[in-house]
């Protein structure tokens, strides 16, 4: 439970800010202590407010001794985890890297700890998320010549897939936009920038209107959505697993789902 | 390209191509350095999946349903009465290139019927990898079929562009393949595979002299066998795919459940029930043979020539040769801890990392997410809580499949590797 002697460090919702805390934390030998991101730490709480000042170099300290103690899968799975935005994280993150800190030997793969395990888990859901994204994202033909595509991932999995995409269309422009947190990446045939757009008031994610799109393109999501109603063999048909490989909420964004 | 003309072949030439199961598009490594279009390194993305919860990765088309063979279990025979179209090269270029901008697919997936020979046919289909290769600079998954009978110099110019090529044996065993599809021998069909294979070899042992080699089908080969068309056994299918894997160093053997396409009296009547369990369970007997460490003969031989339809063949296994458990699993090496029913490879590899910080007992194996409903009564942990009773065989099945009967309705799919 919160008490009085308690400090509440927030930071900005940036990954450096987090290891500015996580900083902070070891720096002034706190003990009772939990992290929040700004807006997040509820105001019934009681203790002391910190705001953490996010800075690069700590941040970076921090990071390079969690790359002293753990193997590559070890460390991204802390980033990972991150990523999930996951109410609390914060504070199990800090768990589990005063672990690691402790520990005479590595612990990336101590499943029998809680905090160890617990994060893994995370990671790995946050981790799954970053495919369904690589597997669903579906990019229109906007009539400026590029390529556009809008997500709403369960996590932030932007900062994850941007490097898939770059290596993989690489000789064309590109936008992923993530509607729910309002921010995408747009790669110029160089370098994939983080972008924020407004959007048409008239903006509708799931049509593809001739007032934005190419005139081909609903062309060949024709040919794709006919192409996938004839891979399908009736008499095998098993919807049950269909949803489980595709689960539903995704639907609206593929266009071989569409009626 | 005129939309509707493209949109009717489109039609008639992947409804013709569904029935080949394989949608691979892993275990190719071909990068994308030219900052040109695609990349096929790493495992393989699935961008859909169709109604019966298979995978959809590749545009997987015919080039033709023109065929000049009379094959009995396919739609596109000679003698079938169906409309019949072909692609233009260019055609199915811009069909790959475009869907593959729009993150549909990781490739292509190109097979056809025999039009006048299998040359002919052949050097169509190099025709369409050469034209994405070297004039649109595509570097996402390109998989061939191989004609049987093809040359072997067509081969080997399919395989400069291709990342895996296939032929597939369809029929088990000789005398269906004698019954079922008079125009074709078995020779043609292993022929072009061997070709593949050496070229392989070769490939592989001047790259080590020349790093520039071009690459020749970095994905392997493949092939697949329709089930339950020729009233073979079990048996046969395994004992033929493993002589493949071994003979031909296969990368993948597919096992597609016969669907009734005609009142051909050499086949399984229309509306026969498509085998979905059995080819699940021919698919779980793969998967034992190659990531589990088993032999064929030990699941599937001449006392025990069909696999049991209502336990996985590793619960099978493992109640015929009860004397081998229960099983340590703080002791036990990777070999007898991946023979424990229900636990699937990822529990085992993390088994053996967890059990090096302190002795593992059922809560950890339970958090860790090992699947303990059947594993249980196999193995023995740090706690003094195990199965006691001396069950037979026959006992342990019975309380096995009263406690789990819905975890066999989920496993129906091919792509799935479900121990669970
Ligand atoms: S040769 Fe191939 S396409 Fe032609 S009938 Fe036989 S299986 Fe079908």
């Not at chain 1, 209107?209 to 062309?219: D, K, N």
């Not at chain 2, 289909?125 to 110099?153: C, M, Q, T, W």
């Not at chain 2, 080819?279 to 001449?302: A, K, S």
Request: hydrophobic residues 35%; contains cysteine; glycine residues 6%.
């Amino acid at each position: 439970m919160v008490n009085d002697q308690d400090v509440i460090l927030v930071y900005d919702g940036s990954f450096d800010g987090f290891l500015t805390s996580v900083f902070e934390v070891f720096e002034l030998k706190l003990q009772q202590v939990s992290i929040f991101r700004k807006g997040f730490a509820q105001n019934s709480l009681f203790g002391t407010i910190k705001e953490v000042l996010t800075d690069p170099l700590k941040a970076d300290r921090v990071w390079k001794g969690i790359s002293k103690k753990s193997s590559a899968a070890g460390k991204s799975r802390i980033y990972y985890a991150f990523l999930s935005e996951k109410p609390e994280v914060e504070n199990l993150l800090l768990r589990y890297i005063q672990y690691l800190f402790k520990s005479e030997i590595q612990i990336d793969s101590d499943f029998g700890n809680d905090d160890v395990l617990k994060v893994t888990q995370i990671a790995k859901s946050v981790g799954r998320e970053k495919h369904r994204m690589e597997a669903f994202v579906r990019f229109r033909l906007t009539k400026d010549g590029f390529y556009f595509a809008t997500i709403e991932p369960d996590f932030n999995v932007l900062p994850l897939i941007s490097k898939h995409f770059k290596s993989r269309y690489a000789d064309q422009q590109w936008v992923i936009y993530d509607l729910q947190r309002e921010y995408g990446i747009y790669y110029n045939l160089e370098t994939v920038d983080i972008i924020q757009l407004t959007l048409p008031e008239n903006f509708n994610a799931t049509q593809s209107s001739s007032e934005y799109f190419a005139a081909e393109e609903l062309e060949f999501q024709t040919l794709w959505h006919d192409y996938f109603k004839s891979t399908n063999i009736p008499s095998r048909k098993n919807m049950k697993l269909h949803i489980q490989h595709v689960p539903k909420r995704y639907w609206k964004y593929l266009s071989e789902k569409m009626e | 390209m005129s939309f509707e003309r493209t949109q009717e072949k489109l039609k008639i030439l992947a409804d013709a191509a569904k029935y080949d199961v394989s949608c691979s598009s892993s275990g190719s490594n071909r990068s994308n350095a030219t900052k040109g279009l695609g990349d096929a390194t790493g495992m393989g993305i699935c961008h859909s999946y169709t109604e019966d919860g298979r995978c959809v990765s590749l545009l997987k088309i015919l080039l033709t349903n023109h065929c000049i063979f009379d094959c009995a279990y396919c739609v596109t025979r000679k003698s079938n009465d169906i409309k019949r179209a072909a692609f233009q090269v260019q055609e199915v270029v811009d069909l790959t290139i475009n869907f593959y901008r729009r993150n549909y697919i990781e490739g292509l997936f190109l097979s056809s019927g025999i039009f006048k020979s299998a040359d002919y046919t052949m050097e169509r289909l190099v025709a369409v990898a050469k034209k994405l290769r070297l004039e649109e600079n595509f570097n996402g998954y390109i998989h061939l079929k191989s004609i049987p009978g093809a040359s072997d110099e067509l081969m080997k110019e399919a395989g400069l562009y291709a990342d895996r090529l296939s032929v597939n044996i369809e029929i088990p065993t000789k005398e269906g393949l004698k019954l079922l599809a008079p125009d074709k021998n078995r020779e043609d069909f292993i022929k072009p595979m061997i070709k593949v294979k050496n070229e392989i070899i070769q490939y592989n042992s001047e790259k080590k002299l020349i790093k520039s080699t071009p690459k020749f089908a970095p994905a392997g080969q493949s092939t697949q066998m329709i089930i339950g068309a020729s009233g073979e056994s079990d048996q046969q299918i395994m004992w033929t795919s493993d002589y493949f894997y071994k003979k031909f160093e296969l990368k993948r053997v597919y096992y597609s459940g016969y669907i009734p396409i005609s009142n051909d009296n050499r086949l399984p009547q229309l509306g026969t029930a498509v085998p979905m369990l059995r080819e699940n369970r021919l698919y779980q007997t793969d998967w034992l043979m190659r990531f589990y460490g088993f032999d064929v003969h030990e699941i599937l031989n001449n006392e025990h020539p069909n696999l049991d339809l209502d336990v996985d063949p590793k619960l099978g296994w493992a109640l015929r040769n009860l004397g081998h458990f229960p099983v340590d699993v703080n002791k036990a090496d990777k070999h007898m801890l991946a023979r424990i029913p229900g636990l699937g490879m990822k529990s085992v590899h993390k088994i053996i990392q967890a059990r090096r910080f302190r002795s593992l007992n059922w809560e950890h194996l339970q958090r860790m997410g090992v699947a303990l409903n059947r594993a249980k009564y196999f193995l023995v942990c740090a706690s003094n809580d195990f199965e006691r009773r001396d069950l037979t065989g026959a006992q342990l099945k019975s309380l096995i499949l009263q406690n789990s009967t819905s975890k066999y309705q989920k496993i129906l799919s091919p792509q799935m590797n479900l121990f669970g």
